[in-house]
């Protein structure tokens, strides 16, 4: 149980152009779920923070206009990429909020990321 | 500041060798959670620890709260215990449920 799927695992884009990148929880409500990227031999580093129903929570110094996020229901979360750049290429993971907490996930369901690279 | 440390960054070992990982945080945590990175990106959760210890198979973990240090133990270490290991913590509680990394710890084990 408590699986978080994460689509796509990979995408190339075009400078200029907008990624949607959605994480669904297949089997439980995800009532709270966490962006993160991680760059290279870096640990990661969250985005922001999405509540359903409600706006998301941005870390500090993560562009709101940039990445949004639509967290519309209680089993599916949104990060769009918009007018993506070269540096916004990197690995972008989701983590959804297991409200159970039940072993084996321990409240926490990571998605299996998704590699961006922007051309 | 709030920080994580992780040592070693990297461990190689060869197949059966007893493996640790260190863990050390900055201030007091409610929970601390260790995960487990594979090649291709995916995180499972291994374990979640606020006090004493926990074992899952050949995975074992510990935390000393007083010392604000935890531990990751692999027994009989196979190949396919490769991968990044990594050590979350979750400062306070209450409806604040935000995990700080630290930077992870790749293991490599040769057969």
């Known amino acids: 149980g408590a699986v978080v799927s994460q689509h796509p695992s990979r995408v190339i884009c075009k400078s200029g152009t907008s990624v949607k990148i959605e994480c669904r929880s297949l089997d439980f409500q995800a009532t709270t779920m966490f962006w993160y990227r991680q760059f290279p031999k870096q640990s990661l580093m969250l985005m922001a923070t999405s509540n359903e129903g409600s706006k998301a929570t941005y870390e500090q110094g993560v562009e709101k206009d940039k990445f949004l996020i639509n967290h519309a229901s209680l089993t599916l979360s949104t990060l769009t990429v918009t007018s993506a750049h070269p540096e916004d290429s990197s690995f972008y993971i989701c983590s959804a909020r297991n409200p159970t907490g039940r072993i084996p996930n321990y409240g926490y369901t990571f998605g299996s990321g998704t590699r961006l690279t922007v051309v | 500041k709030n920080e994580v440390e992780q040592s070693p960054q990297n461990l190689t070992a060869q197949e059966g060798e007893f493996i640790t990982i260190n863990c050390s945080y900055s201030?007091?945590?409610?929970?601390l959670h260790w995960l487990q990175q594979h090649p291709g990106g995916g995180i499972v959760s291994l374990f979640m620890l606020s006090s004493g210890k926990k074992k899952h198979g050949r995975l074992i973990a510990t935390i000393n709260i007083q010392e604000k240090h935890s531990s990751l133990h692999i027994t009989a270490s196979h190949p396919r215990d490769s991968a990044v290991y990594i050590c979350?913590?979750?400062w306070g509680g209450g409806s604040n449920y935000k995990l700080t990394f630290g930077k992870g710890t790749l293991l490599t084990v040769n057969p």
């Open positions: 979350a913590v979750r």
């Open positions: 201030v007091g945590i409610s929970a």
